[in-house]
């Protein structure tokens, strides 16, 4: 049950709103050059936030200069119907260049607060920015909601000097157009992907940060629930809830998780944090990390799957071998059937706790209540929906209170997810646990909506509140797949270590080319 198929049937996503265009700051040459899909005619391609920092310390390129070519990329990939019109951005942020502004100032007098100073980034809809940037979770419901306040992480990313560039959105899959860019951070992978921003922020309930990233090419950081505050976020369920960095690199996604993590009064479970968020997560980053290091192999996967896949797990269990990882077989996911067939329920009663609280704190929505959003939706179905109703509302509206004897029991089902990987964990002595991060991108139906291609594992370490990790493995025809590394909980540390070792050794991320064609035969 993961964020993308908990929404799918809900029409709290859909909506898309058109971005601000700043075609007036580019003159046409740079605008074509920019959406050329030859990467040697863009600066900033594959880019990381070292790359970006040396250039500005040297006086190359400013956080102003490095923002216009972000924004001028967007224009040109993104929005202009004579490229590939990914839509991943939706909507940009009109302060972008003023803040950028102030911050080349602040170097300019000696002043640099760390590695994300002057660094562009994009963040999820489902985050508040206290600024001119709307927060509607792809909502028509929630169009025209400006939040108050920074929600937390984003107050942690402007004290870290980032340049909050905009929203991502629903979008097309940079490497096939016509395929699936999963969700529901699907915006923020794709434009990752796509070199439209350095890094970026989602969100993840259940798969919503790992799936789109592995299909997107990228790497993607589903940290402890806990390590990163959820307060000023639209919810779906405080049990699983949280955001996660997105980057082409490790170490880019360890810098945004050192920027982001933090204790925050008002959202109180970051409080198990204290004592065991760490100041620097970028000095776990060994490449020689793997040696001496036990990894279990989630068992399904070595024969479950597409063929090309499968090839793909198979090619990197050698490379973490010859890199000095001792890897055992395991049985996980058989373990779980408890705790799978409750987590639906428990995000039903959570979802609808927590979006009425949320509402109920967002004085300029037109929306108050979940009852609220499924009357506006009924009222306006053509608009908000399209192409698939809102059941999942409707079910998570019957849900009584979070005191319910229902409720209860299926969150003590879903909790015992966290005692089975630690004792499969301390059984076999394990580092870590590996698998396959989910199937190849499917293709964009609009009738029968998502399909799987292939078992994911996304599951166990979001039912448990745990850390998860996931790094480009390699192509099938075109088309991206991620391994995924996970462990017990606050063990992101060591899940660093080896997902960093593995990158450095295997190489696997490759940039997107915008294909704009007939579908592969993957069989």
């Known amino acids: 049950m993961d964020r993308r198929h908990f929404l799918r049937s809900g029409s709290l996503a859909g909506f898309s709103f058109s971005a601000l265009t700043f075609e007036s700051f ?15 005619d863009f600066p ?34 993104d929005k202009d ?120 922020i989602g969100t993840e309930t259940n798969g919503s940060v790992v799936s789109p990233a592995s299909v997107n090419g990228i790497v993607g950081i589903k940290p402890t629930v806990g390590l990163l505050s959820r307060g000023g976020i639209i919810p779906i369920s405080k049990t699983q809830d949280t955001a996660g960095p997105m980057a082409r690199t490790v170490k880019d996604a360890a810098i945004l998780l050192t920027a982001l993590a ?13 004592g065991k968020a760490k100041q620097d997560y970028t000095v776990f980053l060994d490449p020689n990390g793997l040696k001496g290091k036990k990894i279990g192999v989630e068992k399904s996967f070595l024969t ?16 973490l071998r010859v890199q000095g990882a001792t890897v055992i077989e395991i049985d996980l996911q058989k373990q779980l059937t408890d705790a799978n067939a409750a987590e639906g329920l428990v995000l039903q009663y959570e979802f609808k706790d927590g979006l009425n609280r949320y509402l109920a704190t967002a004085t300029d929505a037109k929306v108050k209540t979940l009852a609220d959003v499924i009357a506006f939706n009924q009222q306006n179905a053509k608009k908000a929906m399209p192409w698939f109703r809102q059941e999942t509302l409707e079910k998570s509206e019957t849900r009584g209170g979070l005191d319910s004897v229902e409720y209860t029991d299926a969150l003590k089902k879903l909790l015992t997810t966290r005692q089975i990987i630690d004792d499969v964990i301390r059984q076999n002595q394990l580092d870590a ?51 995924s590394f996970i462990g017990s909980a606050y063990t992101e540390p060591q899940l660093l270590t080896i997902a960093y070792a593995y990158e450095q050794a295997s190489k696997k991320r490759v940039a997107p080319a915008f294909i704009d064609g007939p579908m592969p035969d993957l069989a």
């Open 433 to 483: 646990i590996c698998g396959t991060t989910n199937g190849l991108a499917c293709c964009i139906d609009l009738v029968c909506g998502d399909y799987h291609t292939g078992s994911g594992f996304s599951g166990p370490a979001a039912m448990a509140g745990y850390p998860h990790i996931t790094v480009p493995m390699g192509t099938v025809k075109d088309l991206p797949a991620g391994i």
């Open 304 to 319: 479950n799957g597409q063929e090309g896949v499968l090839a793909l797990f198979h090619e990197a269990l050698d490379l």
């Open 26 to 40: 580019f003159s046409p040459a740079a605008r074509l050059a920019a959406g050329s899909r030859n990467a040697a």
């Open 262 to 274: 933090g204790i925050d009064p008002e959202d109180p479970v970051t409080q198990e944090s204290q």
């Open 81 to 200: 119907k004579k490229g590939p019109a990914l839509n991943s951005v939706i909507e940009l942020n009109p302060d972008a260049l003023t803040i950028a502004e102030g911050l080349d100032a602040e170097r300019k007098a000696g002043k640099v607060r760390g590695p994300l100073h002057g660094i562009p980034v994009l963040i999820k809809d489902n985050i508040n920015s206290g600024d001119k940037m709307m927060t509607t979770a792809g909502s028509l419901a929630l169009e025209g909601h400006k939040a108050g306040k920074d929600a937390f992480i984003v107050g942690q990313l402007r004290e870290a000097g980032a340049v909050l560039l905009g929203r991502g959105g629903q979008t097309k899959n940079p490497y096939l157009l016509a395929r699936n860019p999963s969700g529901s951070s699907a915006g923020s992978g794709s434009a990752v992907s796509a070199n439209l921003c350095a890094v970026a």
């Open 44 to 77: 900033l391609q594959e880019a990381t936030i070292d790359e970006l920092q040396q250039k500005m310390a040297s006086g190359e390129y400013s956080s102003v200069s490095i923002t216009k070519m972000y924004l001028r990329r967007i224009e040109a990939i």
